[in-house]
């Protein structure tokens, strides 16, 4: 039992906290630098370690490597950053697209041999984060940054993608991460990572597009999402992703573009472009599937479901079945939250807001807890974010994935997108990316894909959503901390 009279309130600021007055630290909780949050990526002998990205037990994708658990349960094929960017021999350019970044962080994960090499960041930060972040970079000659433009009120650029030249070819990866230290340790994340892609008419590039022509369009989508940022410093890219072969590449990319989108501009982005390839696409039975939604932030959703979430929403991931396909969500509970690794710290990645939780009480009935025991993963945080549909048979019974979605977006309409002017067009606030797997494409796609356990435990009458900004005093958390933020 911890004795609450020495229990400390955590920081709202945690580890990067400016305060220096020591009464500060005897009052509030902060968790402690660890020396893995500057060289998490480097073995106890100060090697790299690297990773083949294509050694994999399914080719899907892979979970972050989270410090403090078992490398034989909840660690098998997981991803460190730094595995990320040495994964090929001689990286000589880089592109990172991110939320946040840490720079310093960031300039330490590439192998030392190619710290030098030209690294663009492509953000939204404005004010006073895009002075701080122009500064950070001031002292880095290899780095430049372009800044996406963000037209609609309360958008971000959520997209977190890593555009990697290496000598013999090019790595897509798309993933879930800031680029901050927090979330490569101690969190769950979603990491996709595409095959060493070698130039058009090369020796190996023609071996491949004779032995395997994708019907994936992913590089032509992957070249209209990068065409939507009209930044020039990403023309030299969209020239480099037209060089290299992407045959081999089987998913499909679906991303958001900030903008009201009308014409068939509407079905490029969005939740339409993801009911766009579901339409096209079969399933394994004709019965209604059981779609599951996973995130880490809640949106405005509207007064009641069939505003937005079980209409409009639903009939993009049901394939126009929403009547009949039945919809779960799951998201930490408070109690998720308290027991992880983190301890009520881990919370402020998932950043529901009271003033949204209060308007929309009719979201509780939809909710599951976040579960991981089959990955070791219940007590890491999850940052990650998946979409999918599980085929059922006539008796009810589990008959693997007709498709499955790791993704930056969050339940959002600003993620996703809204319907206006009587459904002629569709606003989306926020650049957005993920990577879709149809069953078609990969015929082994089973529950094995799912980051949580699967079948999902509902929320009990006693359980409530992590909400960001409540205090939480009653019971401290797994580091003997309460959460104060108010």
């Known amino acids: 039992m911890v004795d609450s009279g020495n229990i400390k309130k955590s920081c709202k600021y945690g580890s990067d906290c400016y305060r220096k007055n020591p009464v500060h630290f005897e009052e509030f909780s902060h968790p402690s630098k660890r020396p893995s949050d500057q060289s ?25 490597y989270v410090y403090n658990l078992p490398d034989e349960t909840g660690n098998q094929d997981a991803v460190k950053i730094s595995s990320l960017l040495s994964s090929h021999e001689a990286l000589q350019e880089s592109a990172q697209f991110n939320y946040m970044i840490d720079v310093r962080w960031l300039h330490s994960q590439y192998p030392e041999s190619c710290r030098s090499k030209p690294l663009l960041i492509v953000h939204g930060l404005t004010g006073s984060d895009r002075s701080s972040l122009h500064e950070e970079c001031s002292s880095f000659r290899n780095i430049s940054l372009s800044q996406a433009s963000l037209p609609m009120p309360f958008g971000t650029h959520h997209t977190k993608m890593m555009l990697l030249r290496f000598r013999d070819g090019l790595v ?26 070698p130039v058009k008419g090369s020796q190996e590039g023609n071996q491949r597009e004779s032995i395997c022509a994708s019907s994936s369009t992913f590089q032509s989508d992957l070249i209209e999402y990068l065409t939507a940022y009209r930044l020039n410093s990403l023309n030299p890219w969209i020239e480099t992703v037209k060089r290299h072969d992407f045959s081999d590449v089987r998913a499909r990319l679906v991303a958001s573009v900030p903008g009201r989108h009308v014409g068939d501009s509407m079905h490029k982005w969005g939740h339409l472009k993801l009911r766009q390839l579901i339409g096209q696409h079969a399933y394994r039975t004709n019965l209604p599937s059981s779609v599951v939604a996973q995130f880490s932030s809640i949106g405005s959703l509207g007064p009641s479901a069939d505003k937005w979430l079980t209409a409009e929403f639903m009939a993009s991931l049901s394939k126009g079945n ?60 999850p940052h990650i974010k998946t979409y999918a549909a599980l085929s059922k048979d006539s008796a009810n019974q589990t008959r693997g994935l007709d498709w499955f979605l790791l993704t930056s977006s969050n339940l959002s309409k600003a993620a996703w997108g809204g319907f206006e002017k009587k459904e002629s067009q569709l606003m989306i606030r926020s650049y957005e990316l993920g990577v879709l797997f149809l069953s078609e494409d990969f015929p082994d ?23 960001v900004d409540c205090n939480y005093e009653e019971l401290a958390d797994s580091h003997g901390n309460v959460w104060c933020p108010r």
């Open 40 to 64: 998490c990526d480097i073995d106890p002998a100060g090697k790299r370690s690297k990773i083949d990205l294509e050694s994999v037990r399914f080719p899907f994708y892979r979970l972050s």
């Open 172 to 197: 897509v990866v798309v993933h879930t991460a800031n680029l901050v230290p927090n979330d490569w340790h101690q969190k769950t994340q979603g990491v996709w990572a595409s095959p060493l892609l």
């Open 322 to 381: 929403e009547k009949n396909a039945s919809l779960s969500l799951v998201f930490p509970s408070v109690d998720d939250v308290r027991c992880s690794l983190e301890g009520y710290m881990g919370g402020g990645c998932l950043p529901y807001s009271s003033s949204v939780a209060q308007k929309q009480p009719w979201l509780n009935s939809f909710l599951h807890r976040w579960k991981s025991e089959s990955k070791a993963r219940t007590r890491a945080c």
């Open 445 to 467: 796609l089973t529950e094995e894909v799912l980051p949580y356990d699967y079948p999902l435990q509902k929320y009990c009458p006693s359980d409530k959503p992590w909400v």
